[in-house]
């Protein structure tokens, strides 16, 4: 059976960190279907976390067809992820288990390795220092804002001798939005801008663009690309999730909540559904219906106990009506 781990500085959602791990296991052959899963209570008796997040592990497993709830004995594997499992391929396990203990020869600590494949780049100038970035911002852009580029570079205590390249991972980035809003730009477009960041520098960076398009004088449209759902959730007034480069669904983030349910009840057909409730993704146990349904009407039939639905629930659940027609490259993005 598979031992759950917690990771709780990745940034990741706890519920997903559990999908992801069956995930891996799957692919090693750790997993295979008719395996049990373990329960609610034993995963929150080893990582002390809510039991409803377990189930919505559960739930988000049963959405991809990898595993099914049989009442009264537990959560088990029912599906695969396609295609050749990892076990398949030892002879690159072992090419890379030599490079490995290569870099460690060389001298390389796990986080030197992890750096060697995250992208933490940032669109500024390793050798150049913040003021000559400063200087060349000034240099291209007419309509360059010294004092807003100034203050912000304070107030984030950036020394401005100090070279981009010796700069951490969220200084960078602080530094190339410096020199982005520095442009009174009319539109911003950010291609996954937090991605390589810790949670905490995340933070920092979406509250410090909030801000610049709140004191932004002519007004400033921002546009991410972003799979970080939980991160942007708190900022994006916007939604647009394209699945193989088509809109599944788009609109204001407060609509799409406001008319979306979870709806849980005694199994039944999701065709028996009145006509104004679209169904967007249903799973099924034994004797239990599980239903995300859009509708601007309100749900009546006492059958039906009706939750709110967050943002990120959401999004899944429309990439994976999408691959229920064909496993895509999902890709996410918000408009603030």
Known sequence: ???????????????????QQVHQALQL???????QLPTAQQVVAKLAINPNTVLKAYRELEYQGLAAARPGIGTFV??????????????????????????RRAGLDDES????????????????SVADHLR??????????????????????LSLG???GTLSGGQRAQLALTLAVAKRPDLLLLDEPVASLDPLARREFLQDLMAAVAVAEQGLSVVLSSHLISDLERVCDYLIVLVASRVRVAGPVEELLATHHLLSGPRRDPG???AGQHVISASHTDRQTTLLVRTSDEVLDPVWTAAEVGL????????HQAAGRGRHNHHLQVQS
Not at 1 to 19: K, N, P
Not at 113 to 128: K, N, Q, R
Not at 312 to 319: P, Q
Request: proline share 5%; aromatic share 6%; no cysteine.
């Open 1 to 19: 059976m598979i031992e759950f781990q917690l990771d709780t500085a990745s940034g990741v959602a706890t519920y997903l960190q559990l999908v």
């Open 29 to 35: 052959g750790i997993l295979e279907p008719g395996d």
């Open 78 to 103: 029912t599906g695969t992820l396609g295609g050749s499992s990892l076990a398949a391929h030892r002879p690159l396990r072992r090419d890379l288990q030599r490079w490995l203990a290569k870099a």
């Open 113 to 128: 390795i992890e750096a060697l494949f995250i992208s933490t780049d940032a669109p500024v100038y390793a050798g150049l």
């Open 136 to 157: 060349l911002g000034a240099h291209l852009n007419p309509g360059w804002d010294a004092e807003l580029a100034d203050s912000r570079i304070e107030r984030l205590d």
């Open 162 to 164: 100090q070279k981009a």
């Open 272 to 274: 028996t559904l009145p």
């Open 312 to 319: 990120e629930d959401l999004v899944l659940a429309y990439m």
